[in-house]
Nanobody, 128 residues
Protein backbone atom coordinates (compact mmCIF):
# COMPACT_ATOMS: atom_id res chain seq x y z
CA UNK A 1 0.00 0.00 0.00
CA UNK A 2 1.10 3.55 -0.66
CA UNK A 3 2.16 5.43 2.43
CA UNK A 4 1.97 9.18 2.95
CA UNK A 5 5.15 11.03 3.86
CA UNK A 6 5.23 13.34 6.87
CA UNK A 7 7.54 16.14 7.86
CA UNK A 8 7.70 19.22 10.04
CA UNK A 9 7.87 17.88 13.59
CA UNK A 10 10.15 19.28 16.22
CA UNK A 11 10.52 20.62 19.72
CA UNK A 12 9.27 24.12 20.46
CA UNK A 13 8.48 26.29 23.42
CA UNK A 14 4.94 26.48 24.68
CA UNK A 15 3.00 29.05 22.71
CA UNK A 16 4.94 28.50 19.51
CA UNK A 17 3.66 27.08 16.24
CA UNK A 18 4.51 24.19 13.96
CA UNK A 19 3.30 23.25 10.52
CA UNK A 20 3.27 19.57 9.60
CA UNK A 21 3.10 18.39 6.01
CA UNK A 22 1.72 15.17 4.60
CA UNK A 23 2.52 14.39 0.97
CA UNK A 24 0.09 11.99 -0.65
CA UNK A 25 0.34 9.99 -3.87
CA UNK A 26 -0.67 12.15 -6.81
CA UNK A 27 -2.90 9.45 -8.28
CA UNK A 28 -4.96 9.05 -5.13
CA UNK A 29 -4.83 12.54 -3.66
CA UNK A 30 -8.01 13.83 -5.23
CA UNK A 31 -10.20 11.01 -3.92
CA UNK A 32 -8.38 10.10 -0.72
CA UNK A 33 -9.46 11.08 2.74
CA UNK A 34 -6.51 12.52 4.65
CA UNK A 35 -6.47 12.95 8.40
CA UNK A 36 -4.09 13.49 11.28
CA UNK A 37 -3.89 11.47 14.47
CA UNK A 38 -1.58 11.70 17.44
CA UNK A 39 -0.40 9.35 20.14
CA UNK A 40 1.21 10.34 23.41
CA UNK A 41 3.18 7.87 25.53
CA UNK A 42 0.84 5.51 27.34
CA UNK A 43 -2.19 6.88 25.53
CA UNK A 44 -4.43 5.66 22.75
CA UNK A 45 -4.05 7.15 19.32
CA UNK A 46 -6.52 10.00 18.99
CA UNK A 47 -8.04 11.93 16.14
CA UNK A 48 -6.68 15.41 15.54
CA UNK A 49 -8.36 16.52 12.36
CA UNK A 50 -9.03 15.53 8.82
CA UNK A 51 -10.67 16.31 5.52
CA UNK A 52 -14.04 14.58 5.45
CA UNK A 53 -16.34 14.22 2.50
CA UNK A 54 -19.18 16.70 2.48
CA UNK A 55 -19.77 17.09 -1.24
CA UNK A 56 -16.13 18.00 -1.26
CA UNK A 57 -13.41 17.54 1.34
CA UNK A 58 -13.91 19.82 4.30
CA UNK A 59 -11.97 20.37 7.48
CA UNK A 60 -13.02 18.48 10.60
CA UNK A 61 -11.08 19.30 13.75
CA UNK A 62 -11.32 17.58 17.11
CA UNK A 63 -13.47 19.71 19.39
CA UNK A 64 -10.73 20.16 21.99
CA UNK A 65 -8.30 21.41 19.34
CA UNK A 66 -10.62 23.60 17.34
CA UNK A 67 -9.37 27.16 17.29
CA UNK A 68 -5.71 26.21 17.67
CA UNK A 69 -5.26 23.61 14.93
CA UNK A 70 -6.29 23.91 11.31
CA UNK A 71 -5.90 21.79 8.19
CA UNK A 72 -5.08 23.11 4.75
CA UNK A 73 -4.94 21.33 1.41
CA UNK A 74 -2.61 22.22 -1.44
CA UNK A 75 -3.74 20.43 -4.57
CA UNK A 76 -0.74 21.55 -6.61
CA UNK A 77 1.71 19.70 -4.37
CA UNK A 78 -0.60 16.88 -3.20
CA UNK A 79 -0.01 18.00 0.36
CA UNK A 80 -2.19 18.32 3.43
CA UNK A 81 -0.89 20.59 6.17
CA UNK A 82 -1.62 20.55 9.87
CA UNK A 83 -1.09 24.02 11.29
CA UNK A 84 -0.62 23.90 15.05
CA UNK A 85 -0.68 27.17 16.96
CA UNK A 86 -0.24 27.97 20.63
CA UNK A 87 1.30 24.60 21.32
CA UNK A 88 1.10 23.26 24.85
CA UNK A 89 3.00 20.54 26.69
CA UNK A 90 -0.09 18.34 26.46
CA UNK A 91 0.21 18.45 22.67
CA UNK A 92 3.41 16.43 22.91
CA UNK A 93 2.92 13.26 20.89
CA UNK A 94 3.85 11.44 17.74
CA UNK A 95 1.70 12.83 14.97
CA UNK A 96 0.62 10.54 12.15
CA UNK A 97 -0.86 11.25 8.77
CA UNK A 98 -3.36 8.64 7.63
CA UNK A 99 -5.19 8.14 4.36
CA UNK A 100 -7.77 5.91 2.77
CA UNK A 101 -8.68 5.86 -0.90
CA UNK A 102 -12.32 6.68 -0.42
CA UNK A 103 -14.29 9.68 0.75
CA UNK A 104 -15.24 9.33 4.41
CA UNK A 105 -18.34 11.05 5.70
CA UNK A 106 -17.89 13.63 8.47
CA UNK A 107 -19.64 11.52 11.08
CA UNK A 108 -17.03 8.76 10.84
CA UNK A 109 -13.89 10.62 9.80
CA UNK A 110 -12.40 10.15 13.27
CA UNK A 111 -12.74 6.36 13.10
CA UNK A 112 -9.17 5.14 13.10
CA UNK A 113 -10.17 1.73 11.75
CA UNK A 114 -11.16 3.20 8.40
CA UNK A 115 -7.66 4.29 7.44
CA UNK A 116 -5.41 1.99 5.44
CA UNK A 117 -2.21 3.94 4.83
CA UNK A 118 -0.15 5.50 7.59
CA UNK A 119 2.95 7.61 7.67
CA UNK A 120 5.91 6.88 9.89
CA UNK A 121 4.93 9.60 12.33
CA UNK A 122 6.73 12.75 13.37
CA UNK A 123 7.49 13.79 16.93
CA UNK A 124 6.08 17.04 18.24
CA UNK A 125 7.19 18.32 21.62
CA UNK A 126 5.82 21.39 23.32
CA UNK A 127 8.09 22.28 26.21
CA UNK A 128 7.31 24.44 29.20
Amino acid sequence: QVRPVESGGGSVQAGASLRLACVVSERTFRSATVSWFRQAPGKEREFVGGLAWFGNFREQISEVLKGRFTIDRDNASNTVYLQMNSLKPKDTAVYYCATVRSPIRPRVVSNIKLYTDWGQGTQVTGSS
